[in-house]
């Protein structure tokens, strides 16, 4: 059920219709303002509409890093199954004597 849901960024009321939990959007609206904190600690006095494309590249950096992260996870997962699965069949082929 869609919801409309008021989070507030950089002073500014912004209002969203959310499909998911209102858990899952506060977790990202968390993610977010975290971002541009960051960007208004590191650049202050910089305009809004900048710390927000500053936080959204951030954001995007982070994206990009995970995504690689996800995807050496999922090599060195597919890696060990097949050695545990060549163990497997290793252990359950007769023994040559």
Same mark, same amino acid.
Request: aromatic residues 6%.
């Given at each position: ?11 500014? *009321?912004?209002?969203?219709?959310? +499909?998911?939990? +209102? ?12 971002? %541009? ?24 950096? +982070?994206? *990009?890093? %995970? ?31």
């Amino acid at each position: 059920m869609s919801e409309v849901i008021e989070i507030k960024f950089l002073g500014q *009321v912004y209002r969203f219709q959310a +499909d998911e939990s +209102d858990a899952d959007v506060m977790d990202v609206a968390a993610y977010v303002e975290e971002k %541009l904190e960051e960007v208004e600690r590191q650049y202050a006095g910089l305009p809004p509409g900048k710390i927000m494309v500053m936080a959204a590249l951030l954001m995007g950096k +982070d994206c *990009v890093s %995970l995504r690689s992260e996800l995807e050496t996870l999922k090599q060195k997962i597919k890696i060990q199954s097949e050695l545990i699965g060549e163990g497997i069949r290793l252990m359950r082929a007769p023994e040559n004597e």
